[in-house]
């Protein structure tokens, strides 16, 4: 009989750490971080989000009725375990692994009332370019998707070197989130179609990015 393969104790420690300290980052910054909210959705939503701006997470407002796809890999693990203790619940997988259960997770937890957020992107890319998963799970669940667009001029608001350019608020930093109008996609699509919905969607993310980058004073004095 195959013995089961344990993490060393010196990796699992390392894990254990890192968990530690990311929670504690996360619970300090999320009562310092300033997210001013435009548009914000009244109904159950999808977001549709790059991975660069997956903090936005900070600025769900009933998180108890959240869940984000969060990757099936072993980062992914720390993030998702981290991330509960900002009552923010996860659905493991992506593109690469696990897709189509995680497809069906998410679908299940539309049905059941909640509302889901999904970095488009992800996980490891092309930067802004949006995979069809979202459109397909919207097509389905019937529940329309959100556009978000996030931005800073804050000092604050630091970009990582990674392949997305993560965007990482620390402290009091000022941002804004600019929601889009619902999208409702319809009930039966054929591939191309389904294609033209992934370019409306992602063009639509780029025009509101613009937008918040070049009226972000004015939107953040409303």
Not at 12 to 32: G, M
Not at 61 to 71: H, N, P, V
Not at 73 to 96: F, H, M, P, Q, Y
Not at 149 to 161: D, G, R, V
Request: charged fraction near 25%.
């Amino acid at each position: 009989m195959a013995k089961l393969q344990t993490k060393p104790l010196k990796q699992r420690l390392q894990v254990w750490s890192l968990i530690k300290l990311l929670k504690l980052f996360f619970l300090t910054e999320q009562h310092l971080l300033k997210i001013k909210s435009i548009n914000y959705p009244k109904e159950q939503f999808i977001f549709s989000m790059w991975h660069c701006h997956q903090c936005l997470v900070y600025g769900v407002k009933d998180k108890s009725k959240f869940y984000a796809l969060i990757s099936a890999s072993k980062d992914g693990e720390i993030i998702a375990k981290a991330a509960k203790c900002l009552n923010i619940k996860s659905v493991r997988g992506s593109t690469r692994c696990r897709s189509v259960i995680a497809s069906l997770e998410l679908i299940e937890k539309l049905k059941e009332g909640n509302s889901i957020g999904i970095m488009v992107d992800g996980p490891k890319g092309p930067k802004g370019k949006l995979k069809s998963g979202i459109v397909n799970i919207a097509k389905i669940s019937q529940v329309p998707i959100v556009p978000v667009a996030w931005h800073s001029k804050s000092k604050l608001f630091f970009e990582l070197n990674t392949w997305d350019k993560f965007k990482v608020p620390i402290g009091p930093c000022k941002t804004v989130a600019l929601y889009g109008d619902p999208i409702h996609i319809p009930a039966e699509l054929t591939k191309e179609e389904t294609q033209e919905w992934c370019e409306k969607i992602e063009a639509e993310m780029n025009r509101l990015q613009k937008d918040l980058e070049e009226n972000y004073d004015k939107y953040l004095k409303l």
